[in-house]
């Protein structure tokens, strides 16, 4: 019953940084593990970046390691990803997502999904 919105998308240049964020509203996120994934047009949805029910352990994408970091702020009950040199093709529909069980980097293991934000990097 956790509803969960996303935000923060825009357009950057290449090379620039956006954070998108995920609030929770419902139930607390400490008992779920999350995760972000993307799409964009003509390709598969992609795992991203998850983190762990107790926060303490996240997991990458060898393609974002290094730029990208996933964190959650227990006080705001919100998970983001911050998102840093980003390229043209980190362009995408960002999706944020949970469950309540251990951490999964395939999509159809979750049960609840925002709406949605785009982000469009230009080079």
């Known amino acids: 019953q956790v509803q969960l919105v996303e935000s923060g998308g825009g357009s950057v240049q290449a090379g620039g940084s956006l954070r998108l964020s995920c609030a929770a509203s419902g139930r607390t996120l400490s008992n779920y593990a999350t995760g972000w994934f993307r799409q964009a047009p003509g390709k598969e949805r992609e795992f991203i970046a998850a983190l762990s029910r107790s926060g303490s352990s996240t997991h990458y994408v060898d393609s974002v390691k290094g730029r990208f970091t996933m964190s959650r702020d227990n006080a705001k009950n919100t998970v983001y990803l911050q998102m840093n040199s980003l390229k043209f093709e980190d362009t995408a529909v960002y999706y944020c997502?949970?469950?309540?069980?251990?951490?999964?980097?395939?999509?159809?293991?979750?049960?609840?999904w925002g709406q949605g934000t785009q982000v469009t990097v230009s080079s």
């Open positions: 997502a949970a469950r309540l069980a251990p951490y999964a980097s395939d999509s159809s293991a979750y049960n609840y």
